[in-house]
T-cell receptor, first 118, second 114 residues
Framework: DTGVSQDPRHKITKRGQNVTFRCDPISEHNRLYWYRQTLGQGPEFLTY????????KSRLLSDRFSAERPKGSFSTLEIQHTEQGDSAMYLC????????????????FGAGTRLSVL | AQSVSQHNHHVILSEAASLELGCNYSYGGTVNLFWYVQYPGQHLQLLLKYFSGDPLVKGIKGFEAEFIKSKFSFNLRKPSVQWSDTAEYFCAVNADNYGQNFVFGPGTRLSVLP
């Protein structure tokens, strides 16, 4: 499978614990995005990387959230001191870079990591 | 700030009925527009996209959408739905001046009865 992969698919944690999710984008894509999706809503943008540089962050991304993409390949999203309100599906997407022309704006999504905070 | 609204939360149709799902966005500048579909238990998949040119765009599985700039709309259509079209449909907007911030609508759940 050469699509976007996310791990784990489901994470159950207790309030106050830290969690980390991983995303592996499509190999030739240098843009990577994180979204959060709650029930009955569309995905909400969290942050965006071009290669290893984190270029945009949403105000939704509080201080408890941190994302990295250390070598410009896979990315991790960490949530510290989880709260029940963090329960959601966390989606990762990737897209080609500028050399792809307009195709750079097409995002390919992974299956997501469903977080349940008890 | 950009926002996207989708007119219907849940649409129920019989097979062979025609479909139109509404999508409106708030940004007045140059936009890129998308429809994504999420089948039960699967990840989001691109259905179709509009970047520029012909405002009537065709996507996969017989879907099409029309961009009407004056109405800030990008409605999705299909002349005859099938049971397999049962899914959640999301409209998304990316405005050129908003970098890579993609804004999705809340989604419309489509149920097609056999």
């Amino acid at each position: 499978d050469t699509g976007v992969s996310q791990d784990p698919r489901h994470k159950i944690t207790k309030r106050g614990q830290n969690v980390t999710f991983r995303c592996d984008p499509i190999s030739e894509h240098n843009r990577l995005y994180w979204y959060r999706q709650t029930l009955g809503q569309g995905p909400e943008f969290l942050t965006y990387f071009q290669n290893e540089a984190q270029l945009e962050k949403s105000r939704l991304l509080s201080d408890r959230f941190s994302a990295e993409r250390p070598k410009g390949s896979f990315s991790t999203l960490e949530i510290q001191h989880t709260e029940q309100g963090d329960s959601a599906m966390y989606l990762c997407a990737s897209s080609p870079g500028r050399l792809a022309g307009l195709a750079k704006n097409i995002q390919y999504f992974g299956a997501g990591t469903r977080l349940s905070v008890l | 700030a950009q926002s996207v609204s989708q007119h219907n939360h849940h649409v129920i149709l019989s097979e062979a009925a025609s479909l139109e799902l509404g999508c409106n966005y708030s940004y007045g500048g140059t936009v890129n527009l998308f429809w994504y579909v999420q089948y039960p238990g699967q990840h989001l998949q691109l259905l179709l996209k509009y970047f520029s040119g012909d405002p009537l765009v065709k996507g996969i599985k017989g879907f099409e959408a029309e961009f009407i700039k004056s109405k800030f709309s990008f409605n999705l259509r299909k002349p005859s739905v099938q049971w397999s079209d049962t899914a959640e449909y999301f409209c998304a907007v990316n405005a050129d001046n908003y970098g890579q911030n993609f804004v999705f609508g809340p989604g419309t759940r489509l149920s097609v009865l056999p």
